[in-house]
């Protein structure tokens, strides 16, 4: 039984989530994948996608069509979908170089925290690693013997 809110949904209810309701054919299901490519390679973020064919009878989500990937994937040519994450990545780096060189006008941390937002899954995260106490002891180590290095260079040292 479908809970919404802490409320059962009542017995016959036709809205609940059913991933494949709308794509029932293996048509749909090509055509729902193929739009969800374009989309993706167009800079869009995933979670936004939503769908409708041309003749009105199927509809899908991001998660309509995830569901479609894991159960139908030989009626699709994957490929098509890393080649659009591929381009999307593209897009948004494309925008970091502008930033940098100041072709585009904008904040650096936006730009961050988009590709945070949609690339942590591939290892965009923004938090940095926690340094354990040996790790800081050897780095204070590095620098004390950088600094007596350069004592001894510069005929400061004993």
């Not at 309701?21 to 869009?44: D, P």
């Not at 989500?61 to 994450?85: C, F, G, K, M």
């Not at 948004?92 to 937002?117: P, R, S, Y």
Request: glycine share 6%; with cysteine.
């Amino acid at each position: 039984m479908l809970m919404i809110c802490g409320m059962a949904a009542p017995k016959g209810n036709r809205y609940s989530y059913d991933a494949l309701a709308y794509c029932k054919t293996k048509q749909h299901r090509q055509e729902a994948f193929k739009a969800y490519c374009k989309y993706v390679a167009e800079g869009n973020l995933k979670m936004s996608f939503h769908w409708t064919s041309e003749d009105g009878k199927a509809k899908a989500t991001y998660r309509s069509v995830n569901h479609i990937i894991d159960t139908y994937p030989e009626d699709l040519e994957l490929i098509l979908l890393e080649e659009a994450e591929a381009i999307n990545m593209h897009k948004w780096q494309k925008l970091a170089f502008g930033l940098c060189d100041g072709t585009i006008k904008g904040e650096g941390f936006v730009w961050i925290n988009n590709m945070h937002n949609r690339f942590k899954n591939l290892g965009w995260n923004i938090s940095q690693p926690k340094e354990d106490a040996s790790q800081l002891e050897e780095q204070k180590a590095k620098q004390d013997k950088v600094a007596s290095m350069a004592d001894e260079i510069n005929g400061n040292g004993s």
